[in-house]
């Protein structure tokens, strides 16, 4: 099982993550991104220093690999397809997979024409005040302005308040293709993270709760705060997306639970995802693992995405820089401090809202967590037992 090389594009905390699991089941990784990014930091093996959308750069990586994967879906999908060609190396997800969901309007059609249920949204057909005053007339106020592509942690996102922030809206998002989605009033945001085989078998992990800050994700709950039927069928509706993709590997299904009960995906990530670090302490194995397992085609058995026991519960608090350089570290260290807490930290350089880093807390019960997490966050000064 460990004759097969793996080459990721990107090297940022989710290739980082990505080549631990591989370095435990002795699969070679070789990464390309700019040098020293963090999942270079991790593994001396020879990676590739360039860009994951440059052609040059990617039959570079392509020439050392048999498999190719991603932990950022914003590489040259072109180029994916002519390595795939001319070097015979499999890439998963599939290029035409990673193409489709790059454009989130296009995601949209297709989970739409698949029968997933999905935000309601509007291609917006030129950048200007008449075409979004129509869409105002259509979804109300406010509704949420969005880049079509190249989005990460809501910087692609305008919540359009009223018709006269029409043009600060087109000011802020001049110049990208964009979508018009109709306002979810959401009561909670719910994640599951899907795993699929290449024979087309789907494994969700448990439903679980995000919060953000600042369109960041700031905290998950896992498992969510829900009712069971909540919690079924939202992992229902994640594999059944996650099924009208081919090809393998894991994917992050984001989800909005309305007031009345409906739930409707915001978005999908063809990667491990943010909303699935707690599976690193909390799970039989972790997001991580799971991509690795279905890339390279080794054995999923049943159970494999579970809570590792049925009373586990779990929180993840990200660590975002501080606006004082490294005050984030505090946080860290009252979480070393914790029992049953686990700190991540990625190698980057800080700078205010960066994502730093991450704490898993695991305990018996959710109250229990919280509390652990309380003077984590400094809420209290009491070290838990
Ligand atoms: P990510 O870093 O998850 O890729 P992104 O930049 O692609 O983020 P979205 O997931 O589209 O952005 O939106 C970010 C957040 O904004 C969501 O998690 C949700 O809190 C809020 N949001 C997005 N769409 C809507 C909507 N239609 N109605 C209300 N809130 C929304
Ligand atoms: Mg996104
Ligand atoms: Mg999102």
């Known amino acids: 099982m460990d004759n097969k090389i793996v080459g990721i594009l990107g090297g940022g905390q989710l290739g980082r993550m990505i080549v631990e699991a591989a370095n435990r089941l002795n699969i070679k990784t070789v990464v390309l991104d700019v040098p020293n990014s963090p999942a270079k930091q991790i593994n001396s093996n020879e990676h590739v220093d360039g860009s994951f959308t440059d052609l040059k750069s990617i039959i570079q990586l392509a020439e050392k690999c048999d498999i190719l994967t991603v932990e950022i879906e914003h590489v040259d999908v072109e180029a994916l397809k002519y390595v795939k060609e001319k070097f015979g190396v499999e890439i998963y997800p599939l290029p035409d997979t990673i193409k489709l969901i790059q454009d989130k309007y ?12 999905v935000t309601e949204s509007v291609a917006v057909p030129s950048n200007d005040e008449q075409s979004l005053i129509e869409i105002g007339n259509k979804f109300n106020y406010p509704f949420m302005l969005k880049s079509r592509t190249l989005a990460y942690d809501g910087r692609g996102n305008y919540v359009v308040k009223t018709k006269e922030s029409i043009p600060e809206a087109l000011e802020f998002l001049k110049d990208r293709p964009l979508y ?12 599951v993270m899907v795993v699929r085989s290449i024979e087309g078998e789907v494994f969700a992990y448990p439903t679980v709760e995000t919060i953000h800050k600042n369109n960041i994700c700031h905290v998950v709950y896992a498992p969510a705060r829900v009712s069971d039927s909540i919690a079924v069928k939202a992992s229902v509706l994640a594999k059944n997306a996650v099924k009208s993709f081919p090809g393998c590997g894991i994917f992050g299904v984001e989800m909005f639970l309305l007031p009345n009960n409906e739930i409707l995906i915001n978005e999908i990530a063809p990667r491990p ?17 799971a991509h690795v397992r279905a890339v390279v085609g080794l054995p999923m058995p049943k159970n494999f995405t579970s809570l590792s026991t049925t009373t586990t519960n779990a929180i993840m608090l990200n660590v975002l820089g501080d606006e004082e350089s490294n005050k984030e570290l505090e946080i860290c260290r009252r979480a070393l401090e914790t029992p049953n807490a686990s700190v991540y930290l990625y190698g980057k350089s800080t700078r205010p809202n960066r994502k730093m880093g991450h704490i898993n807390i695991v305990s018996s019960s959710m109250e229990d967590c919280e509390s652990r997490l309380d003077y984590i966050i400094g809420k209290s000064s009491k070290i838990p037992e």
Do not use: M, R
């Not at 296009?106 to 249920?117: A, N, P, V, Y």
């Not at 979810?184 to 719910?190: A, H, R, T, V, Y």
């Open 106 to 117: 296009l995601q949209k059609e297709h989970l739409i024409q698949h029968g997933i249920s």
């Open 180 to 191: 018009a989605e109709k306002w979810c009033p959401f009561n909670k945001e719910l994640a």
């Open 273 to 289: 995802h943010n909303s699935g670090h707690y599976t690193i302490d909390a799970c039989v194995t972790s997001q991580f693992e």
